[in-house]
């Protein structure tokens, strides 16, 4: 068998893992600063405007 293509597979496999839980975790901690942040400082609505 070809054993260093089989482990060059494996490793680029593994690097991948790698990225993808790494951007997860980046993402992760995004959306939780946002949603922080939304709830400090709610959008503020036009009062002046009339109501239907």
């Given at each position: 068998?070809?054993?260093?293509?089989?482990?060059?597979?494996?490793?680029?496999?593994?690097?991948i893992?790698?990225?993808?839980?790494?951007?997860?975790?980046?993402?992760?901690?995004?959306?939780?600063?946002?949603?922080?942040?939304?709830?400090?400082?709610p959008?503020k609505?036009?009062?002046?405007?009339?109501?239907?």
């Open positions: 068998m070809n054993y260093p293509l089989i482990a060059l597979i494996i490793l680029l496999a593994l690097a893992v790698v990225l993808l839980a790494w951007k997860n975790q980046k993402d992760k901690k995004k959306i939780e600063k946002e949603m922080n942040r939304s709830e400090i400082k959008e609505h036009d009062e002046n405007k009339p109501g239907i």
